[in-house]
């Protein structure tokens, strides 16, 4: 059974920083991609990023790339977030899961296992 388990978000200013890491087990990650999607209230859910922990190929999306950073522990199957330069549109409810599909400039997500999500708030 899958289990994910997300941490590290909360509270900053613009311009600062937070990490968010992803605990998944129950799953054999070398056959697959994980990543972050987010969701704030009235907004639909925007895929952040995603990474395959095969090779550790990855996917950013327009809005975060160069700000936030995805890389994954396999010791630990723990997946980090690195979210750098925050912005208040990055305050979402951000969660991890398995990834639904991954190919180069693309990652989607199903109804795959998440975990209960972590906020992020980000004031101006």
């Known amino acids: 059974q899958v289990q994910v388990a997300e941490l590290g978000g909360g509270s900053v200013q613009a311009g600062g920083s937070l990490r968010l890491s992803c605990t998944i087990s129950g799953l054999q990650l070398r056959r697959y991609a994980t990543g972050w999607f987010r969701q704030a209230p009235g907004k639909e859910r925007e895929v952040v990023a995603c990474?395959?922990?095969?090779?550790?190929?990855?996917y950013y999306a327009d809005s975060v790339k160069g700000r936030f950073t995805i890389s994954r522990d396999y010791a630990q199957s723990t997946m980090y977030l690195q979210m750098d330069s925050l912005q208040p549109e990055d305050t979402a409810m951000y969660y991890c899961a398995q990834a639904k599909s991954f190919a180069p400039g693309r990652c989607e997500f199903g109804s795959e296992k998440r975990g209960q999500g972590t906020q992020v708030v980000v004031s101006a």
């Open positions: 990474i395959t922990w095969n090779v550790g190929s990855v």
